[in-house]
């Protein structure tokens, strides 16, 4: 897990800092740099908060441990299409099939969904992004003080260059962002790491 975060991590650092100088320099590439960076960094806050939080999730898998032993949040992983029918469903004798279906698996291998299992939702506001760290029991405090940073700096600037708006940033509040949402990475990345490292994936005994 550690060598995919890593390689996850490093390649991103290397296109934002492509990035980073462009729009330092002097000449008429620079806004159109800074335009592009801003779509750039918004792609690599989602992507590698959506990809980490996957990658954790196949760590969590390849533990082979029963459902019983994992914590609530992750047994959702693996029997969401159970849970939501339980939801879903007005009538009694679904929902006490749905009840029944996982108790029966509790004793079973945690098979989860990964591939369905983290939604972006195409535009991942601090809303979005604490629901996915909820849903893998990272706490997402030591991340609120860059709440309006990543509604207001990063999502609604890049929404602005997706539907072709005029944006004006000087190279320097780029730069500035740039590193504010490297250092969420970072902590994010730190964050799985440690909570792979201290097995906060598994219940209480």
């Given at each position: ?145 860059k709440f309006h940073l990543i509604d207001t700096s990063l999502v609604e600037k890049r929404n602005k260059v ?39 994936y598994k219940r209480a005994p």
């Amino acid at each position: 897990m550690q060598t995919a975060l890593d390689q996850e991590m490093a390649w991103r650092i290397k296109e934002i800092g492509v990035f980073k100088v462009g729009a330092g320099a002097n000449g008429p590439q620079r806004k159109p740099l800074i335009r592009a960076g801003v779509a750039l960094l918004y792609a690599h806050w989602e992507g590698f908060i959506k990809n980490s939080s996957e990658i954790y999730l196949s760590y969590v898998e390849s533990r082979a441990l029963p459902y019983r032993d994992l914590k609530s949040c992750f047994v959702v992983f693996g029997l969401k299409g159970k849970i939501n029918k339980l939801v879903d469903s007005r009538k009694s004798l679904p929902n006490i099939e749905a009840v029944n279906f996982i108790f029966s698996k509790m004793d079973e291998t945690a098979k989860l969904q990964i591939g369905s299992a983290v939604d972006t939702e195409s535009n991942l506001t601090s809303k979005v992004f604490s629901n996915i760290a909820g849903s893998l029991d990272i706490d997402t405090s030591p991340y609120e003080t860059k709440f309006h940073l990543i509604d207001t700096s990063l999502v609604e600037k890049r929404n602005k260059v997706a539907h072709g708006e005029f944006l004006d940033i000087k190279g320097s509040d780029f730069s500035s962002l740039a590193d504010d949402i490297l250092g969420l990475m970072r902590l994010y990345k730190t964050d799985i790491e440690n909570a792979a490292s201290l097995e906060n994936y598994k219940r209480a005994p």
